[in-house]
């Protein structure tokens, strides 16, 4: 008699699949992996790459609520947002550069420029914490910012060009 696999069929083993298919999340793995020099993650699945962006309601309540942010967690974010901009240029043909400041606390802005064209301004606060619940949430949010960038490019084409 055949042994199944306990996660096999189940709804997350499918929405981690569906969520491992979507482009942004697809554009953060390769942009990880072009990262990798030395290529130590070379034999490592996509979700298991993804993993560090996993942050669970549990592990979010044992990271102090006041922290400094870690190298590690610094290069998440500027991973995070740099994926959102090459999903943006490759949908758009137009580059969209992340400007990050954070402070040693954990405090900043992170703004996504084309041209001239803000697309995308947002108040960080709790770097330390930075990650999503699920590789759904991940996607989801990615999806989300790239496509509100993109409205904000086909409002205003000749600023993004600019």
Same mark, same amino acid.
């Given at each position: ?5 306990? %996660?096999? /069929? ?9 969520? +491992? @298919?979507?482009?942004? =999340?697809?554009?953060?793995? !390769? ?5 990798? %020099?030395? /290529? ?9 790459? +993804? @993993?560090?962006?996993? =942050?669970?309601?549990?592990? !979010? ?102």
């Amino acid at each position: 008699m055949k042994k199944m696999s306990i %996660t096999a /069929g189940t709804p997350a083993v499918s929405e981690n699949d569906a969520a +491992l @298919a979507t482009p942004f =999340v697809r554009c953060l793995a !390769r942009l990880i992996r072009a990262q990798d %020099t030395y /290529g130590s993650q070379d034999g490592v699945s996509d979700a298991q790459l +993804l @993993a560090h962006f996993i =942050v669970t309601e549990q592990q !979010r309540r044992e990271i102090p609520i006041i922290g400094d942010p870690d190298p590690d967690v610094m290069l998440r974010l500027n991973i995070f947002y740099t994926a959102v901009g090459l999903a943006i240029e490759a949908r758009t043909g137009l580059v969209a550069s992340p400007t990050m400041m954070i402070s040693h606390e954990g405090f900043g802005r992170v703004l996504l420029t084309t041209g001239r064209l803000v697309v995308f301004s947002k108040t960080v606060r709790d770097v330390h914490r930075f990650g999503f619940a699920t590789l759904r949430k991940l996607a989801e949010a990615g999806a989300k910012l790239v496509d509100d960038a993109i409205a904000a490019i086909e409002a205003y084409p000749e600023v993004a060009r600019a």
